[in-house]
């Protein structure tokens, strides 16, 4: 799976790049990450959300960094979703903003069927990025992910409508038939 997003961000490309850098400011505007831990310089240990209530987890090392214009990155070792990847930060032609370019490489557990798996759940990679990133202006813009009362717990609100077994139908809902 190949993704890429850009977007605006009305900060200076130094502040944009110092938050990003800080490994560990991630989980605050990407939905799936549950937390990102820095284990050294330029190592990290990544745990994500997956589908059906599983995470997954994976070291990384930074592999190319130029300080405020590019972080690359890839997965160590056994990697259970190996992925590289690259953000760049270039100043915007209003001369206040930034510019920010990600660009993911991942594997989808499950290939074929994990990708189409994650979809029908409502996980469309594409879309996620993009609401991450729009998380991330809204955070370096005004100090916080803009919540609506629909769903003012963000990414805890896929555990807010739990769900129950299919159950057979009740003697009163089989004789109230169809058009209940």
Avoid: C
Avoid at 65 to 73: F, K, L, S
Avoid at 140 to 169: C, H, M, N, Y
């Amino acid at each position: 799976m190949d993704l890429r997003a850009t977007v605006t961000i009305r900060r200076p490309t130094s502040d944009v790049y110092a938050f990003w850098r800080d490994l560990e400011n991630l989980p605050t505007f990407m939905a799936h990450l549950e937390d990102v831990r820095t284990t050294g310089e330029r190592t990290s240990h990544w745990v994500a959300s997956a589908p059906f209530g599983q995470d997954v987890q994976w070291d990384a090392e930074i592999t190319d960094e130029a300080t405020g214009e590019r972080i690359g990155w890839r997965s160590t070792g056994d990697a259970q979703v190996p992925n590289t990847g690259t953000v760049l930060f270039t100043p915007a032609p209003d001369g206040v903003s930034t510019q920010l370019v990600v660009a993911l490489t991942y594997d989808i557990p499950g290939g074929a069927l994990g990708k189409a798996v994650a979809k029908y759940f409502g996980e469309e990679p594409h879309q996620q990025l993009d609401d991450d990133l729009r998380r991330l202006k809204q955070v370096l813009e005004t100090g916080e992910v803009i919540r609506s009362d629909g769903a003012p717990w963000g990414k805890r609100a896929r555990k807010e409508f739990p769900q129950r077994p299919a159950q057979p139908l009740s003697a009163e809902e089989l004789e109230k038939g169809p058009e209940a």
